[in-house]
């Protein structure tokens, strides 16, 4: 595993090809840490990319064809090693090919391609998905980058709030047992805001579907914003560990969701999938605005 910088004057971000995950993103003038460190006494991980699911499967199985594919929770790119593709002084780009190990467990051969860069105070996170095989390609692929809540070691969370750009509530879809359920839960809140109540994650993650809002910002107990995540993903979920008050949060703008308790469907007929015809290029990104 390597462990790769980018910067500007206002950001230094560190990424490992483990993963092509975000370890780190420090304002160069401050020395403040935005990211969660990840401790594994609450959570091992800081920003893994869930592909080429987000969620789970039912029972962690899916049909296509004629075969049932048996994927983890979030699939495998989180725990593989990507390649180095390029790199400038502020942006940098990985890949990762389909293996036979993969080819074992999912059943299309792809290219996916992530991609870094520091611009001012933000940092602009690039999907590339490329179906090279010869059939239509079904996938997911989500990002979820934690971030340091409260944002330095005094506080508590629940001092914390969160702010959802031009919605007045936010409906949830509540997850059971790793799937989606009919249960709706909602959110009422005021000029945006939800505050971070100690019970917020006893559900598990916030499911938000349907582009209720396409801008979220982590704010402090005065309701000022230090992350703010812009993004045109149709879903996104918001999560920490439930019942510790963990220091972070995670803002995850997602293409796909984990499978309805009643789904018994194919791959190609999974809620909010994606599909690329052979040859096809799905291309996507999220801004995290900092400070």
């Known amino acids: 595993m390597g462990i790769y910088t980018i910067k500007n004057d206002d950001l230094a971000l560190m990424v490992a090809s483990l993963g092509a995950e975000i370890m780190s993103v420090r304002d160069c003038k401050t020395g403040q840490e935005y990211m969660w460190n990840a401790d594994p006494v609450y959570w091992k991980r800081t920003s893994p990319i869930l592909f080429p699911v987000v969620g789970s499967y039912k029972n962690k199985e899916v049909r296509h064809g004629d075969k049932v594919y048996t994927l983890p929770q979030h699939g495998f790119a989180r725990d593989m090693e990507f390649e180095m593709i390029s790199v400038m002084q502020d942006e940098i780009w990985f890949g990762l090919s389909h293996t036979p190990e993969t080819l074992e467990k999912y059943p299309f051969p792809f290219k996916l391609e992530v991609g870094y860069a520091v611009i001012d105070n933000c940092v602009r996170v690039s999907w590339r998905v490329r179906n090279i095989g010869a059939e239509t390609m079904h996938f997911s692929i989500g990002g979820h980058p934690a971030f340091c809540c409260p944002e330095t070691a005094e506080g508590r969370q629940s001092d914390y709030w969160l702010h959802f750009e031009g919605a007045d509530r936010i409906s949830s879809r509540m997850i059971k047992d790793g799937v989606a359920?009919?249960?709706?839960?909602?959110?009422?809140?005021h000029d945006g805001y939800l505050q971070i109540a100690e019970n917020l994650f006893d559900q598990d993650a916030l499911v938000v579907e349907g582009g209720q809002t396409q801008k979220v910002s982590l704010c402090r107990p005065d309701k000022q914003p230090y992350v703010t995540v812009e993004f045109?993903?149709?879903?996104?979920?918001?999560?920490s560990v439930p019942?510790?008050?963990?220091?972070?949060?995670?803002i995850e703008p997602w293409y796909g969701r984990c499978d309805h308790q009643d789904f018994n469907g194919t791959l190609a007929e999974r809620e909010w999938g994606n599909s690329l015809e052979a040859g096809g290029v799905f291309e996507?990104?999220?801004?995290i605005r900092l400070g």
């Open 284 to 287: 996507a990104s999220y801004l």
């Open 232 to 239: 045109d993903a149709p879903l996104f979920g918001i999560w």
């Open 181 to 189: 359920t009919d249960t709706i839960l909602e959110y009422p809140l």
């Open 243 to 250: 019942g510790k008050a963990a220091p972070f949060v995670c």
